[in-house]
Nanobody, 126 residues
Framework: HVQLVESGGGSVQPGGSLRLSCTIS???????????YGWYRQGSGNECELVSI?????????YYADSVKGRFTVSQDNAKSTLYLQMNSLKSEDTATYYC????????????????WGQGTQVTVS
C-alpha cells in the first residue's frame, strides 16, 4: 500500500536551515491519485497551515504560503520518489510538526484530508 514518510526534522537555532524529505513507497511520484503534493504544518495551536502545494509534473508550479515565501523551497527527485522542503532562515514561529500529503487534487485544510499523508516530522526552532 502507499505510504508517505517524512524525515529530516530536528532542532535548529533561529536563522538555521533544515531539509525535510517525503519519501513515497508503494507507488511512484505522480502515481495514480497523486498529482498534487502538499507540505503542511501544525503548531502548538493545533491549527493546520498549508506551507506549499506542488504539482507532480515537474513543471515547478508551486504555491508557497506568504509566511514561508522566499525562505522555503520545494524540490523533487522522481528517481527517489522523494519530495523535499528546504527551509532556510528559520524562525521560532516555524516550530511545528510538518506533514506531507498527496492527492489527485488540492485545496484541503489539513493533510489528513488528503488521500495519502505521512506521520509528520517535528521541527523546533529555538
Amino acid at each position: 500500500h502507499v505510504q508517505l514518510v517524512e524525515s529530516g526534522g530536528g532542532s535548529v537555532q533561529p536563522g538555521g536551515s533544515l531539509r525535510l524529505s517525503c519519501t513515497i513507497s508503494g507507488s511512484t511520484f505522480g502515481g495514480p491519485g497523486m498529482d498534487w503534493y502538499g507540505w503542511y504544518r501544525q503548531g502548538s495551536g493545533n491549527e493546520c497551515e498549508l506551507v506549499s502545494i506542488t504539482n507532480s509534473d515537474g513543471s515547478g508550479k508551486t504555491y508557497y504560503a506568504d509566511s514561508v515565501k522566499g525562505r522555503f523551497t520545494v524540490s523533487q527527485d522522481n528517481a527517489k520518489s522523494t519530495l523535499y522542503l528546504q527551509m532556510n532562515s528559520l524562525k521560532s514561529e516555524d516550530t511545528a510538526t510538518y506533514y506531507c500529503a498527496a492527492d489527485g487534487t488540492y485545496g484541503a485544510n489539513c493533510p489528513w484530508e488528503y488521500t495519502y499523508w505521512g506521520q509528520g516530522t517535528q521541527v523546533t526552532v529555538s
